[in-house]
């Protein structure tokens, strides 16, 4: 019933930038907050940025924060993640998620409730 899409993921040298992006097919009551998580190799998923669809609240990992910047085009039920001076270390397949709970924080805590197939970015040196 819920489909989100993604795209953006490919190879980079470090230092290099990165454009992610995930579409929603529907809005909703489930569709308040929309983000992304990411899973390396060896290591637990964890929390990157996530947004909320009405007015824009963000919440960024203290891991990425300057380098990210997460928006959204509420109209196209999409959202970007915008990748910048990126580092061996973010490398990993990232998973966009949608939750019903208008809270980036909460969203990128918990997780949301759907999820997308994930995209890989790999990092090179």
């Known amino acids: 019933q819920l489909q989100l899409v993604e795209s953006g993921g490919g190879l980079v040298h470090s230092g290099g930038s990165l454009t992610l992006s995930c579409r929603v097919s529907?809005?909703?009551?489930?569709?308040?907050?929309i983000g992304w998580f990411r899973q390396a190799p060896g290591k637990e998923r964890e929390a990157v940025s996530c947004?909320?669809?009405?007015?824009?609240?963000?919440y960024y990992a203290d891991s990425v924060k300057g380098r990210f910047s997460i928006s959204r085009d509420s109209a196209q039920n999409t959202a970007y993640l915008q990748m910048n001076n990126l580092k061996l270390e973010d490398t990993a397949v990232y998973y966009c998620?949608?939750?019903?709970?208008?809270?980036?924080?909460?969203?990128?805590?918990?997780?949301?409730?759907?999820w997308g197939e994930g995209t890989l970015v790999t990092v090179s040196a």
């Open positions: 998620t949608v939750g019903n709970v208008p809270s980036p924080g909460y969203t990128c805590y918990a997780g949301g409730k759907h």
């Open positions: 529907r809005t909703g009551a489930d569709v308040r907050t």
């Open positions: 947004i909320t669809f009405e007015d824009g609240q963000t």
